[in-house]
């Protein structure tokens, strides 16, 4: 029999409402796991719903592999653990938290609570219930040693935020939009944009509208992307350069005082020190430091000043590059001087249901110090609210001394290939006492554990889209039970913490209280207990799931009587950063061995539409896309350096080498090579067709790394390019060796 059941995708943050076909046979006994009598549940389809009233039926191409996803041959479905020889043996989950929890309190007692570390990569942001818990146990143990991907590629968003001062309402809308600037983010493939830009929920039809409407488009990005297509100006600025591009673009806008003045007069401070100190960005200066004509960039100031609504927001590829604080800075300055606030009486586009309160004041929310966490031992850096600096974990589990990490539990991330520095983080990943992976396939992270746990996967688990929840383009409520019944020894995320916490006798509270460690607990209480102080209670965003709310949209308050805050927006830091970019040359001083004549060419970051970052490539599906993360090129440079599409080349940085497939695009800048990050293994010979290449290997921590948040230079990265000429076996006296 089958039975279509609705939930939503998980693959990627965009949350679309799916439709799942599911298989069984009816007369088998329901059950919780594969035993004997255990009722078998089969995805055989997935689609998009077209009457969603958000989506209307849109999926992607990723989503719509889920089926092979929960059930793909070589999907982990028993716990692993590494024994004395180094090799994998199926344990259970019982038991390998058993010994998880004793190790873990052994390090605890020896090192303190510090030294336990967890890190949150991408895939569990998806699950909704996995950061609640994940907070909670480091609470219950008093380990601040908490650390996710947002500060591996954009940390910046908080950063310029809590030192700039931040709207307490928001930026505009998108949907009233009439000028978006997109710097950086292409969310065509990504799905996902900054606030106030265009979502992944429905795309391309909302893009379409946008443009019918009358909506301008600006995009800064070196390559024509797939929203640079539809761009009113394209600015095809050099890797590195954003800092200075925006620069100028403030520079047109306060000199010809195209600027929100009134706004301006009442909410922006050090407006006169940030006119001097961009003065010498002229459209001149920008023209020859960005490459781009000088008259673009006059023509993109006056068409975002112009207005009247709409804003400017940055991605990966900028928030990634040297520089990246500076230039978060500068993108959220655009907004600031020309008012793309919400304002008293202004309708919220998401509805923020899974937050707590409603109220959202016309106001500004004070500067603070940008970096006031946790210190680092290291570097003199500090974490971030509540987080660490991922950055810099690497050296935090090979520097000695006290406080040093001894035990790292990585959860829906891939370390080897994702974090910078690729050398160093094998190295630390060996380092570690006790490595855990929850995972549901051996990825090359994997491969270094003790432990490698698999979990539960979307389909088989309750959840709501928290990370979209505050990026919807309506105010627009989701909720999901599970609807497939998993197979083997699997355990949730939320239920590895839970198991270690209780065998460690230590608490997990959670916004609406502590979390039974007593064996009761399940996804739905996890739900009530994670989000228990939100907007609208679960109850009711599960008799609402998959509807739009908008007579409960959240409207902006006025500001509250007296003095208020102001922006900030020339401290100190930033004259003096923006003074040292207008000395460079390249964008790349920053880093150690760097010289512009043995790297003259620019690596950027991309994003691929049929992957997230390090998983997907292993579904049949979506492999017959492509297996590798191509080094795309322009067509002029692949002839120069003599190489034609599906070459192989040597790409060398200051601090590394990869080998990647060389592909053509004229979509792509001059001196500029694209790639996809997360990618290959963690060996230097790995076969780059079948698996791509980590670009990871290519960066470095040790210099040129952001000095408020540890950001390393993972995009606009100098490198060299040649043609790679493989060794060719020698022969061995008395043997023949095969011709290639």
């Not at 594969?34 to 969603?52: L, M, N, Q």
């Not at 959860?411 to 050398?423: I, K, L, R, S, Y």
């Not at 001083?589 to 950027?604: A, K, N, Q, T, Y």
Request: net charge negative; with cysteine; aromatic share 6%.
């Amino acid at each position: 029999m089958i039975e279509t059941r609705e939930t939503f995708c998980r693959f990627c943050h965009a949350a679309c409402p799916i439709e799942v076909d599911v298989e069984f046979n009816a007369g088998a006994v329901t059950g919780a796991g594969a035993g004997a009598g255990a009722r078998v549940e089969t995805a055989v389809a997935v689609r998009g719903i077209p009457d969603d009233p958000l989506f209307e039926g849109y999926t992607c191409i990723k989503g719509r592999q889920l089926a092979d996803q929960h059930h793909a041959p070589d999907r982990l479905r028993a716990p692993l653990r590494r024994d004395s020889h180094g090799t994998f043996q199926p344990t259970t989950s019982g038991d390998a938290l058993d010994d998880i929890a004793t190790r873990i309190g052994e390090i605890i007692a020896r090192y303190g609570p510090r030294a336990v570390a967890s890190y949150t990569g991408t895939g569990a942001f998806q699950n909704s219930i996995s950061m609640p818990a994940t907070v909670a146990f480091h609470a219950g143990i008093d380990s601040p040693s908490f650390y996710t991907s947002i500060t591996i590629d954009q940390p910046a968003h908080l950063t310029a935020r809590l030192r700039m001062g931040a709207w307490e309402a928001g930026w505009q809308n998108f949907r009233d939009a009439d000028v978006l600037m997109a710097i950086g983010y292409n969310p065509l493939v990504s799905s996902y944009a900054p606030s106030g830009g265009l979502q992944g929920t429905n795309p391309f039809v909302t893009l379409r509208r946008a443009k019918a409407r009358g909506m301008k488009l600006i995009v800064i990005d070196p390559r024509r992307s797939e929203l640079a297509t539809s761009a009113d100006v394209w600015l095809q600025v050099k890797p590195g350069e954003d800092p200075t591009l925006l620069a100028g673009l403030i520079n047109v806008i306060l000199s010809e005082r195209l600027h929100d003045i009134d706004f301006c007069n009442e909410w922006v401070a050090q407006l006169g020190e940030l006119t001097a100190a961009v003065a010498s960005f002229t459209p001149e200066v920008v023209s020859a430091r960005c490459e781009v004509d000088a008259d673009l960039v006059v023509e993109a100031a006056r068409l975002f000043a112009a207005g009247p609504r709409g804003t400017a927001g940055t991605g990966t590829g900028p928030n990634m590059a040297p520089h990246s604080t500076l230039m978060e800075h500068l993108a959220l300055t655009l907004n600031a001087i020309c008012g793309r606030v919400n304002r008293e009486g202004d309708r919220l586009e998401s509805g923020s249901f899974l937050n707590p309160g409603d109220t959202r004041r016309a106001q500004v929310s004070a500067p603070s110090d940008p970096a006031p966490g946790t210190p680092h031992r290291v570097k003199g850096l500090k974490g971030m609210p509540g987080e660490m600096l991922t950055n810099v974990l690497a050296e935090e589990i090979m520097e000695p001394g006290e406080g040093r990490v001894r035990c790292l539990i990585v959860c829906g991330g891939n370390p080897v290939v994702a974090f910078p520095d690729q050398h160093k983080t094998i190295a630390a990943m060996r380092d570690l006492e006790l490595l855990v992976v929850i995972d549901h396939r051996m990825t090359a992270t994997a491969e270094l554990a003790q432990y490698v746990l698999p979990p539960r996967l979307e389909l088989e688990r309750a959840d709501v889209p928290t990370v979209m929840d505050r990026r919807f383009a309506a105010p627009y409520v989701s909720y999901t039970p599970a609807v497939l019944v998993p197979e083997g020894d699997l355990l949730s995320e939320w239920e590895v913490f839970a198991g270690i916490a209780a065998r460690l006798g230590t608490k997990m509270p959670l916004a609406g209280g502590d979390l039974p460690l007593d064996g009761t607990a399940n996804d739905e209480m996890m739900l009530d207990l994670a989000y228990g102080n939100s907007r609208m209670p679960m109850a009711e965003i599960r008799s609402k799931r998959s509807t739009i709310q908008e007579h409960l949209a959240i409207t902006v308050m006025a500001a509250t009587p007296g003095p208020h805050a102001r922006f900030a927006v020339a401290p100190p830091d930033v004259i003096a950063e923006l003074s040292v970019v207008s000395t460079e040359q390249t964008g790349a001083e920053v880093i150690d061995g760097f010289d512009p004549d043995s790297f003259p060419f620019r690596l950027i970051s991309r994003r691929l539409k049929h992957v997230l970052n390090s998983l997907g490539r292993e579904l049949p599906g979506l492999a017959r896309v492509g297996t590798t993360n191509a080094a795309y090129m322009h067509p002029h440079d692949m002839a120069v350096i003599g190489v034609e599409t599906g070459d192989l080349i040597e790409i060398s940085s200051p601090s590394g080498s990869i080998i990647g497939v060389a592909e053509s695009s004229d979509t792509i800048k001059r001196n500029v090579v694209s790639m996809a990050h997360s990618w290959g293994g963690s060996v230097t010979d790995e076969h780059v067709r079948e698996h791509g290449s980590p670009t990871n290997r290519l960066c470095t921590v040790d210099s040129g790394y952001d000095p408020l948040n540890g950001m390393a230079v993972q995009s606009a990265i100098p490198v060299s390019i040649r043609r790679h000429e493989p060794v060719q076996p020698q022969p061995q006296p008395g043997r023949r060796v095969a011709s290639p």
